[in-house]
């Protein structure tokens, strides 16, 4: 009989604020959905730290003979509210009160990026040891990012939490949640690649405005996110490669499949490029891209 002893212990950790160190699983799947299920921001960020650290001076068993189950939710907070993306609060970088909503709004996806790392690592198994170093990794940075901004938040007299927000990038975590290849291709690939687009001048914004502090850390998170970008491509092409796949072909047809196409620019060609597209494939995403001004004037023509 299955002796479920150890995983109750888990699970009484993740239910409650028992410090990360005391996290009981010797088995790295374990020990990420532990990460993933607990609920503390401040304490999972520093349990999946912890756990990058594990991994890297001990090691963990990769034994998966429990399988991965879906997480409709995964640990978090009573608030933020999630609410349709339409009604999240508009944010401005001209007054403290509007950059502090921004704040919140890039802290939140932040709190979202250490779930989809731990989740990366939890549910896709039998992948070679250097995929689960480098999602821990990311899980790792995005922890660090979470307080970075935070602490900003604290400083300026809010709190992670004081506003509304969307659950737009979990929802494809559960989207993908069948196949590593689809995931590597719509998470880092997609939605965490429009990020690469837009920070560089949302820095330009906040350094115009003065509010420097915030400016530097979003430097430090863009060239972070560069990186995770990077990983999404590496294991989106070994997942092609290990099947057979055409990857430039591949990315597009999941484009098209998942986002119906819909793929928005302009796009920071040179952040891209460091995150592993290629020439071909900025090309393509710059066709879809214009396919879906020329349908979208077309709407607004007929509208
Ligand atoms: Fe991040």
Redesign the pocket.
């Known amino acids: 009989m299955h002796d479920k002893s150890p995983q109750r212990g888990l699970f009484l950790y993740c239910a409650d604020k028992i410090p990360p160190m005391s996290v009981p699983a010797e088995n790295l799947f374990d020990s990420a959905y532990c990460c993933l299920l607990i609920t503390d921001p401040l304490a999972k960020a520093s349990a999946a730290a912890d756990l990058y650290k594990r991994w890297m001076q001990t090691g963990l068993s990769l034994d998966s003979s429990s399988m991965p189950v879906r997480t409709d939710q995964p640990g978090r907070p009573d608030r933020p509210e999630l609410v349709h993306p339409r009604k999240v609060p508009k944010r401005s970088f001209n007054s403290p009160q509007g950059r502090v909503r921004f704040a919140h709004a890039v802290a939140h ?2 709190f979202n ?1 250490i779930n989809l790392a731990l989740d990366a690592v939890y549910r896709f198994r039998n992948m070679p040891d250097d995929y689960y170093t480098d999602w821990l990794r ?1 899980a790792s ?2 922890s660090s ?2 307080l970075m901004l935070n602490s900003y938040l604290e400083e300026n007299g809010s709190y992670y939490g004081e506003f509304s927000a969307h659950n737009g990038l979990w929802e494809m975590a559960l989207k993908t949640d069948t196949d590593v290849l689809v995931r590597m291709a719509l998470v880092p690939r997609v939605l ?1 690649a429009r ?1 690469l687009d837009v920070t560089p001048g949302m820095i330009v914004k906040l350094k115009a405005v003065a509010a420097n502090e915030l400016a530097a850390i979003l430097e430090v ?1 863009h060239q ?2 560069i990186g ?1 970008v990077l990983i999404g491509t590496r294991w989106f092409n070994y997942c092609c490669e290990q099947r057979g796949l055409p990857p430039r072909q591949t990315f597009m047809e999941l484009l098209k499949k998942h986002m119906k196409g819909s793929v928005h620019g302009p796009f920071d060609e040179l952040s891209r490029t460091r995150a592993g597209f290629t020439r071909e494939e900025m090309l393509d995403l710059a066709n879809l891209s214009n396919n879906r001004n020329i349908l979208d004037n077309n709407e607004n023509t007929i509208a």
């Open positions: 996806i932040e990026a990311v940075e995005e990012h979470f965490e990020g998170i972070e996110e995770h």
